[in-house]
């Protein structure tokens, strides 16, 4: 018999560790593993940690196999971990109703629950019992599956099964908009089940998506019916939130050691080497102790502070955790892991040792990792005096299955009976590595024969969407039909993913659907119901958005292919050439650069060979006259009826079932069947004679109604611009008019006024009520658009949409009437009354839901409507579409203006926060209501006009305009608005341009550089460096760092007037303050017992509950500040309060009761204005605002400088607080 090697012993004695600390609990009929003697549930995270170090045991029997008995034990020790994902599995089977109703509403009632019965897999507690929405949880064992299928092990075995894992994946998808509880099950750390936006949940449910795309659940022996599917635009949606969360673990946890798992294994999350090292950095030095490290600051969890009798924390109760939070030695298993998969033997060896030290040795001596380490009862004021001193004792459960299971992972690794690739089998290690530059293909087609022409005469050589047969072409939206049919299920009652929109990552693939090729435009071609897109500069705008997202976020094989279709809209007025914005941007796609992307122009036939392609299996025909498969079935249940099949090459094999009623069945289904079929190209019928006249009219008749039939189909699925993807020219033809008159005004007399006119005589009927038939015959003789607006105005707020205005006979409605002028002054961009009919059509931007949750989940609040309080509301979590205009309506009040800028500025908002984030840095709520409100007084100001005109002015810019002065808002850079000399387009009557430092002096471009020399001066506090501001050092974007050159039309000299004081304005407006602002707020809080802002007090008890570094504490304080209406007050109030945080510096314990900081600005204003009246200012110029009492031309200040606001508000804080500073530093000189 041949002698046992080292290895294979070393292997036993781990077999037995397993066997002893992990297998030894193992459910016999479930496989579930309970988290403890005393905790007899099943946990799904835990168990999935606990099963892990089993599967890697038997990756290392059976590459470590010395005798048949070695592989017998490597295939006992796989069906041990088979078994129990299988049960992990029924657990979920056994609540689809569950999965299927999150998909849509993403309820903490709808979630998977967390926990099981360890002998029955069923629940253990109600929905609202406990804290089930885990998304983290779910997204591990999905991961897992992932893994252990790639290693080759076979866990799911049918059809169904992997139907199931479809419809997980759907369930994980929306992770990063979906606030849930978190890993440590209590989501808020005051632990009063309030959920939140967890990075820990963000991450794992990104690596699950990576890992399940395009993977074969039944390993070597599936095919394509087994592989499932993920949306590459989730996984992105997923990432982008992820890194703009990080080092950060949530809006109340500063920093979060579970993050661990996140940025290195199992997860491998996070793609930015230096962001993985910030985040490690942070734990490590944040959280580690002795013994391992803390959850998270102010964790209470098992410690002497802790009421064990109640779940919850009272808020002011956090800060008795600080300092001696539990320390767990979990975590040093994960940076012993870590240490392994980036290849650093030093840390490996660290933190093994470390671990070594605080391990307990069970019976038979087996080493066990205990859950965590408290600090004793009697020696908590011992550790509160001097952290990390104090010997803990271990408590909780003894071993912590999870950290045991990671621990031999760690052993077995580091040992050498595994190599990272074997537990790692899908790559997930190399998440770092630098990507390769990504080229972007785009294709450009013509609608039409006449575009292909003008296309020609500038040079591009290209297609028409019937050229590139047998290519298909369809829009966006029908590609999100068809995913909706992923994962149907009718015995299992899933219908499939979610109608959502698709990313411009999903339709820059090409896709093999019923055996045939299609492309899918993106999803902005599609956005025809709202009036963007008549703006073609927001068209290519958003081209050039999406070109470079898929540059930057690429990470698929094979490139990107856009196909860009050009239609009419894409045409100057008279249809005889393109639109200028559009020919620059062919002209740059040519030249082989767009965007900040490489670009590669060509025909679709070219890029067949180099670009990503994607088989939806799901959609494919079945042969044999087999029943269709049940994930794909009629919503109405309907009956499949399956043609023969007659070849797949032919017409009707492409697509060969169909449903009993075409009406009642399945619209998708009959829409690609018949767009298939009408396609394709037919062999004309031998015949010995001639076609007679009635033949040929048959044959044009039963091609008519197929068209119309499809048409029909189309539109049924919301496709716009129905002409451009239905090849045939039936359709072309412009639907006939109801005869409005045409203006005979010219455009400058065209402009919009946003309330009816009072030049309009309304009729009056015998009783003296208005003559609403005599009105409808004013529109038959009105000339201008305007007047028509306003008279359709009327009708509309008095008699409907639906009224029925007889203008032309019985059925003409004042709708009707609406949208036949919508389409005349949307033909010449008159954008004022576009929008003003748009409001009335009640016409909603697509995906305004979507933009919504962008921001959201970006850790943004948004508020619709002006300010103040209730007027103003506030949207902290994502809303239903009906909900939200519903909301965005009862904030505007009715006013045309609110509604509809609203909705353009909300989308403008998603579409630079995903463009440029870092715009958006120390910004917490987006008050969209305010930031309109500002742009009417840029415009009033900078145009010398007054508000009324302003707002006017505001509603005529185009949408690119209207994004242009957004981003120029938004960036702090200095810029100038003015009237346009040209006026052949109305959208350009109004040019904003940027402006640079000319004229401005070198004390002003330094902001508040002399801060603190002026300070210094007064003797305010003890001597500082005088180089730098505090302000500066933090890249302050509200008092330094802006450009002060000339503004409008005025000339240098002037060129300072009204500069400070547009500045404050727009921080205001934008919530804008100096990085490490709140920061600071807090530490000056600890030195009093709270801020007065008009009124409203920020108690110091707020240091009690929350962290500096927290959001939430962040949030807290600007929701104060926003209640101060007028934005450039707000902001002196900010610099009031940065003054006073420099006193935290100062060697002082207080600093006095509650300090009112409103008395503070109004103290400098009454020292600026004496100031100005001993130097002989005139009384007009020292006007003060009524609303505040400020003087005017204190807003005006710059920061530094002996007439400097920060000057004043210093000498005005060492007022305020002399008498409790230093004696030595009270003396004002």
Request: charged content about 25%; overall charge negative; aromatic content about 8%.
């Amino acid at each position: 018999m041949r002698s046992r090697s080292n290895s294979g012993v070393k292997l036993d004695n781990y077999a037995r560790l397993v066997q002893q600390t992990i297998l030894c609990h193992q459910d016999p009929v479930t496989g579930l593993l309970p988290a403890s003697e005393e905790q007899r549930d099943a946990w799904v995270r835990d168990n999935v940690y606990s099963i892990v170090s089993v599967w890697a045991l038997g990756l290392a029997y059976r590459k470590n196999a010395d005798r048949d008995e070695d592989k017998a034990k490597a295939y006992e020790l796989e069906q041990s971990v088979v078994k129990l994902m299988r049960g992990l599995l029924q657990c979920m089977m056994r609540q689809l109703d569950k999965v299927e109703k999150f998909k849509y509403s993403q309820s903490p009632m709808d979630s998977l629950h967390a926990k099981y019965n360890l002998h029955t897999c069923a629940t253990v507690v109600g929905d609202d019992q406990w804290g089930h929405l885990q998304v983290d949880a779910t997204s591990l064992y999905l991961l897992y599956l992932a893994q252990m299928t790639a290693s080759g092990l076979h866990i799911i075995y049918t059809r169904d099964e992997v139907d199931i894992i479809q419809n997980l994946i759907f369930y994980i998808e929306a992770a990063y908009k979906v606030a849930d509880y978190g890993m440590w099950e209590r989501g808020d750390k005051t632990n009063q089940g309030i959920p939140e936006l967890n990075a820990s949940s963000v991450g794992l449910a990104k690596a699950a998506l990576e890992a399940l795309d395009e993977l074969d659940l039944f390993g070597a022996n599936g095919g394509p019916g087994s592989v499932v599917h993920v949306l590459p635009d989730e996984v992105q949606h997923c990432q982008s939130i992820l890194h703009s969360m990080l080092p950060r673990a949530s809006t109340s946890k500063e920093v979060d050691a579970g993050l661990l798992s996140v940025i290195s294994y199992p997860a491998f999350a996070v793609e930015d080497i230096q962001l993985v090292n910030i985040t490690k950095e942070e734990i490590i030095s944040k959280l580690q102790g002795r013994y391992g490290c803390c959850r998270f600051l102010r964790d209470g969890h098992k410690t002497p502070k802790e009421d064990p009798h109640r779940l919850y924390y009272e808020p002011a109760e956090l800060k008795l955790f600080e300092n001696i939070e539990c320390e767990w030695p979990l975590f040093w298993t994960y940076l012993i892991l870590d240490g392994i998969f980036i290849n650093s033997p030093e840390q490996v060896q660290e933190y093994r040792e470390a671990l070594e030290g605080i391990m307990i040795k069970g019976k038979n001596g087996v080493r066990l990792v205990p859950e965590l380490y408290s600090v004793p009862p009697d020696r908590v004021e011992e550790e509160y005096s001097n952290p990390h001193t104090v010997d803990r004792i271990p408590m909780g459960k003894l071993p912590l299955m999870w950290g045991q299971s990671l621990y031999i992972i760690g052993n077995l690794l580091a040992e050498g009976f595994l190599a990272p690739g074997e537990i790692d089998p899908l790559s997930r290690r190399f998440s770092t590595i630098p990507k390769p530059d990504v080229v972007v293909q785009v294709s450009i087609l013509a609608e039409t024969e006449e575009i292909k022409a003008i296309l020609q005469k500038h040079g591009f050589n290209v297609e028409t969407v019937a050229d590139v047969y047998p290519i298909r072409v369809q829009p966006a939206r029908i590609l999100s039909h068809i995913y909706a049919r992923l994962g149907r299920n009718r015995r299992l009652g899933l219908t499939g993913r979610p109608c959502r929109r698709m990313g411009v990552l999903g339709t820059s693939k090409f896709y093999i659907i019923c055996n045939s090729i299609f492309t899918f435009t993106p999803q902005f071609i599609d956005q025809q119901q709202f009036y963007l897109a008549l703006d073609n500069r927001i068209i290519v705008e958003m081209l050039r958005t999406d070109l470079s997202y898929l540059c930057s976020r690429w990470r698929m094989t094979g490139r990107p292919t856009v196909t860009f279709p050009i239609s009419q809209t894409m045409l100057t007025e008279n249809q005889l050439d393109l639109d200028p914005p559009v020919l620059a941007t062919l002209r740059k796609l040519q030249d082989g650069y767009y965007g900040g992307a490489r670009i590669q122009t060509g025909k679709l036939s070219e890029f067949l060979t180099t670009s990503c392609f994607a088989h939806l299996s799901f959609m494919d025909p079945k042969q044999h006259g087999k029943q269709f498969h049940s994930s794909v079935y009629s919503d109405d249940d309907e009956d499949v009826i399956v043609r023969p099949s007659t070849g797949l090459c032919s017409a009707e094999g492409l697509h060969a079932f169909h449903f009993a009623d075409d009406e009642e069945g399945d619209d998708l289904t009959a829409y690609l069947d018949q767009l298939l079929e009408s396609g394709a190209p037919r062999p004309s019928p031998v015949t010995d004679k001639p076609r007679g006249g009635l033949g040929l009219f048959r044959s044009a008749a039963h091609q008519t109604l197929d068209m119309v039939s499809l048409m029909k189909k189309a539109k049924g699925l919301n496709v716009q611009n129905v002409q451009m993807y239905i090849p045939s020219k039936l359709f072309r033809a412009r639907h006939p008019s109801l005869h409005l008159l045409e203006s005979t005004l010219p455009q400058d007399c065209q402009a919009p006024r946003m309330a009816v006119s009072s030049e309009i005589d309304l009729p009056k009927d015998s009783s003296g009520q208005t003559d609403y038939r005599a009105l409808v015959e004013q529109l038959k003789t009105c000339p201008c658009f305007q007047d028509q607006a306003d008279i359709l105005y009327i009708l509309f707020k008095n008699k409907g949409l639906d009224w029925d205005t007889e203008l032309h006979g019985v059925g003409t409605t004042v709708k009707d009437l609406l949208t036949e002028l919508y389409n005349k002054v949307g033909a010449i961009r008159q954008w004022g009354l576009i929008r003003m009919i748009s409001f009335m059509l009640k016409k909603k931007v697509e995906a305004l839901d979507e933009a919504c949750s962008d921001l959201l989940a970006h850790q943004k609040h948004l508020t619709v409507g002006l300010p103040p309080e209730p007027r103003e509301k506030t949207i902290a979590a994502p809303l239903p579409p009906d909900e939200l205009t519903k909301l965005i309506d009862e904030a505007s009040d009715n006013n045309i203006t609110i509604a509809m800028l609203t909705q353009e500025i909300m989308m403008y908002l998603a579409m630079n926060i995903k463009s440029q984030p870092s715009l958006f840095s120390e910004m917490f709520r987006l008050r969209i209501g305010l930031i309109i409100q500002v742009m009417a007084t840029e415009l009033a100001q900078s145009l010398n006009c007054s508000g009324e005109e302003a707002t006017e002015s505001l509603m005529s810019l185009s949408p690119s305009e209207l994004k242009n002065l957004l981003h120029h808002i938004l960036s702090g850079k200095e810029f100038g608005v003015e009237r346009s000399v040209r006026s052949v387009d109305a959208s350009q009557a109004i040019s904003i341009r940027e402006v640079g430092n000319v004229g401005a002096t070198k004390s002003e471009r330094a902001g508040i550089s002399k801060l603190k020399s002026d300070m210094k001066q007064s003797s305010l506090v003890p001597p500082m460096d005088n180089e730098r501001s505090e302000s500066e050092k933090a890249g302050s974007p509200s008092f330094e760092g802006f450009p002060t050159g000339p503004f409008g039309a005025l000339g240098a000299r002037d060129s300072k007037q009204g500069q400070w004081l547009r500045r404050r304005r727009l921080d205001g407006a934008l919530n804008r303050v100096p990085v490490g602002f709140y920061q600071k707020v807090w530490k000056i809080l600890q030195k009093c017992h709270g801020l007065s802002i008009e009124g409203f007090v920020l108690p110091s008890s707020t240091t009690r509950e929350m962290t500096p570094g927290e959001i939430k504490f962040s949030v807290h304080v600007e929701s104060v500040l926003n209640r101060v209406p007028q934005p450039e007050y707000r902001q002196l109030l900010v610099e009031a309060i940065l003054v006073l945080t420099m006193l935290a510096d100062v060697d002082i314990n207080s600093i006095g009761g509650i300090i009112h900081v409103e008395k503070i600005v109004h103290m400098a204003n009454d020292m600026f204005y004496q100031d100005q009246k001993e130097l002989g200012a005139e009384e007009d110029i020292m006007e003060r605002d009524k609303a505040t009492g400020i003087c005017k031309l204190l807003y005006d200040s710059a920061p530094s400088g002996r007439f400097g606001s920060m000057t004043y508000l210093s000498k005005a804080v060492a007022v305020y607080v002399q008498d409790f500073l230093p004696s030595a530093a009270c003396a004002m000189q």
